[in-house]
């Protein structure tokens, strides 16, 4: 007798999702393996629109695969819950101007790209995991570079307030540090005067106890991104030429899954460190990167400069290479890729490896 085969019932495939992500509503759009629309639909971006949207695509098959734009802001939340679930999360870019020209631009053509992108394997990198303490590094450091912002916009406004002072007070105000100005300043009394001295004196006494608020906010921060830093990487800490704010910025480039950075040389690349061809002609020559995580790529710089400064061995190098014909710019950025390798080492080490 023939054998009849069972029609294959749509909720046994494998689809992929692309998704479009926005501030209040995601775009998704399903794909067969073999790149057929399936369904497209929104979904809030609350906790039930992500159950709502992992249930919708479940109906339709087996997800295998997601590919998110924005995986580090407006699909952050979306990422970990994908996660959480076991669903393998894609980061896609988003397309390139041309494209878009091409195409045309809607939410439903992004998620559908995004998809697409997953597909071809053109899009192939694995998103931050922000569940750990890197994490939450990262978000005590956005507090802690405002803070200091507004800090330096303070001391700036209270040291133009005092020029324009009535020559008095401004006689009485000069020759101090910044610090004993601000405490100075904090204690400024108004009561016994009117007019504009008094409000000059009150300006100068809102400024100075804003900025005794700000750096006593900022030592906080501090403090707390210290406690992360040495619960994760406190080896890190003990490189020379790395200080809080640069150990900071390096994790927070690598993120809580480092591990999803196949090499060193992946680091640097998101350093902004690793070397790109320049060469023409009978021109043949390196030229910085001017790509990356430019907060991990200054912290690189700094530290840098820092050993050429003080370490003996980076001074060394610095001499060889210029003997070989080398800039000093270019040395610089020899030293960076180097030490990228080596931070990348440190931070490896001392993470675990998570299943993404």
């Known amino acids: 007798m023939p054998v009849t085969r069972k029609p294959r019932r749509q909720s046994d495939q494998d689809i992929v999702l692309g998704v479009d992500t926005h501030k209040d509503v995601h775009v998704v759009v399903a794909l067969s393996s073999l790149g057929a629309v399936l369904d497209s639909r929104g979904f809030p971006t609350t906790a039930r629109g992500y159950d709502e949207l992992l249930t919708w ?9 997601v590919g998110v734009e924005g995986t580090g802001s407006y699909g952050a939340a979306l990422t970990r819950a994908l996660l959480a679930e076991g669903v393998d999360v894609i980061e896609v870019n988003c397309p390139d101007r041309s494209t878009r020209r091409r195409k045309g631009k809607s939410d439903t053509v992004d998620a559908e790209a995004a998809a697409r992108a997953v597909i071809s394997g053109s899009a192939t990198a694995l998103p931050k995991t922000l569940n750990g303490p890197v994490e939450a590094m990262r978000v005590l450091k956005v507090a802690k570079d405002s803070a200091t912002k507004a800090r330096v916009q303070a001391v700036n406004q209270l040291k133009s307030v005092i020029v324009s002072a009535d020559p008095e007070l401004r006689e009485s105000l000069s020759g101090l540090s910044t610090r004993r100005l601000v405490a100075r300043c904090a204690e400024l009394d108004a009561t016994d005067h009117d007019g504009v001295m008094a409000a000059t004196l009150h300006t100068l006494r809102q400024l100075a106890r804003r900025i005794q608020y700000l750096a006593s906010e900022i030592l906080d921060l501090q403090a707390r991104i210290t406690v992360e830093i040495k619960a994760s990487t406190p080896a890190l800490l003990e490189v020379s030429g790395i200080g809080l704010d640069s150990a900071a910025a390096l994790l927070i480039a690598a993120g809580d899954n480092p591990h ?51 370490d003996t061995a980076t001074q060394e190098y610095l001499r060889r290479r210029t003997t070989e014909g080398m800039s000093k710019r270019e040395v610089i950025r020899c030293l960076k890729r180097y030490l990228a390798r080596t931070i990348y080492k440190i931070i490896i080490a001392t993470s675990t490896p998570t299943a993404t």
């Open 57 to 65: 695509a479940r109906s339709l098959g087996t997800v295998r695969r």
């Open 260 to 310: 999803r950075l196949t090499s060193e040389a992946s680091f640097a690349a998101v350093c902004g460190v690793s070397p790109v061809e320049a060469s023409s002609g009978k021109t043949q020559r390196l030229r910085l990167n001017r790509g990356g995580n430019r907060s991990a790529n200054a912290a690189l710089y700094r530290a840098v400069l820092t050993r050429l400064r003080w």
